[in-house]
T-cell receptor
Framework: GQNIDQPTEMTATEGAIVQINCTYQTSGFNGLFWYQQHAGEAPTFLSYNVLDGLEEKGRFSSFLSRSKGYSYLLLKELQMKDSASYLCAVRKISSGSARQLTFGSGTQLTVLP | GAGVSQSPSNKVTEKGKDVELRCDPISGHTALYWYRQSLGQGLEFLIYFQGNSAPDKSGLPSDRFSAERTGGSVSTLTIQRTQQEDSAVYLC???????????FGPGTRLLVL
């Protein structure tokens, strides 16, 4: 099976930096995704890591360490609109070449003025 | 272009009734996924289609759940004899050939009374 752990809630101040951690245990690891989900809306793709290291995309960066089963999402220059749930998801190659994602429960980030 | 669409957006039904949920993926996307998201929980994988075939049905919670996809496009998820624990948001996602990112629809919010 797969276990994905991330904090349930985080709070940060507008303009600050926040790091959301995700740890996972899985066999057949084939990539880690971060999605953003605003309340009542569909998840939207933020980042994808399959190799170790840091991927930067504007104000958002994502890091992966496969040996440690660890990833983080870094959000810089926080804005009020960044208040959302951030979902960590692990992809594994299973039978039939299915590329299903297994999601963590999400981290609800609240950005305060 | 148009994103993934799902219908209905909301569905209220009585326990024991059958419901049918529809997903229209982005045109040209060959892979289609169904997930379920219960209140405060992460996304739970249900089933995956590659074209019209479903190589991975491992996530379907019981034999009351079934899904089909026709013409490599529209998919329907059917829940027979609904139970209150089936209440959740049912999300559909699609992926273009050779790509990694799953694009989510807005979901169908199902409430079983």
């Amino acid at each position: 099976g797969q276990n994905i752990d991330q904090p349930t809630e985080m709070t940060a101040t507008e303009g600050a930096i926040v790091q959301i951690n995700c740890t996972y245990q899985t066999s057949g690891f084939n990539g880690l995704f971060w999605y953003q989900q605003h309340a009542g809306e569909a998840p939207t793709f933020l980042s994808y890591n399959v190799l170790d290291g840091l991927e930067e995309k504007g104000r958002f960066s994502s890091f992966l360490s496969r040996s440690k089963g660890y990833s983080y999402l870094l959000l810089k220059e926080l804005q009020m609109k960044d208040s959302a749930s951030y979902l960590c998801a692990v992809r594994k190659i299973s039978s039939g070449s299915a590329r299903q994602l297994t999601f963590g429960s999400g981290t609800q980030l609240t950005v305060l003025p | 272009g148009a994103g993934v669409s799902q219908s209905p957006s909301n569905k209220v039904t009585e326990k024991g009734k059958d419901v049918e949920l529809r997903c229209d993926p982005i045109s040209g996307h060959t892979a289609l996924y169904w997930y379920r998201q219960s209140l405060g929980q992460g996304l739970e994988f249900l089933i995956y289609f590659q074209g019209n075939s479903a190589p991975d049905k491992s996530g379907l919670p019981s034999d009351r759940f079934s899904a089909e996809r026709t013409g490599g496009s529209v998919s329907t998820l059917t829940i027979q004899r609904t139970q209150q624990e089936d209440s959740a948001v049912y999300l559909c996602a699609s992926t273009p050939p050779g790509a990694e990112t799953q694009y989510f629809g807005p979901g169908t919010r199902l409430l079983v009374l």
